[in-house]
């Protein structure tokens, strides 16, 4: 099995945070243009003492994509 680079997850989630924060600042230009992806509406899982609810979104925008980007070349240079 191999071996997980914690560090390049780590990198990879910041960058889609840091390209969130990008989208959000130019909100209405054309880095917010993309796609989600995942369930509409959470599944609750309702066990009488204990209610779950488990749901999942995913959005890819082209500032996510930039934050990813900024983040393989921060990993390169510390690597």
């Known amino acids: 099995m191999k071996k ?4 390049l997850l ?3 989630l910041v960058g889609f945070v840091i390209g969130r924060f990008i989208g959000t600042y ?4 054309f880095l917010n243009y993309g796609q989600s992806f995942g369930m509409n509406e959470p599944v609750v899982l309702n066990l009488g003492f ?3 609810t ?3 979104t995913i959005q890819i925008t082209i ?3 930039i ?3 900024i983040a393989l070349v921060v990993y390169r240079f510390i690597r």
């Open 4 to 7: 997980v680079n914690w560090v």
């Open 10 to 12: 780590i990198l990879v």
């Open 63 to 65: 500032a996510s994509v």
């Open 67 to 69: 934050g990813v980007v």
């Open 26 to 29: 130019f909100e209405g230009t």
């Open 54 to 56: 488990f749901g999942l």
């Open 50 to 52: 204990i209610i779950l």
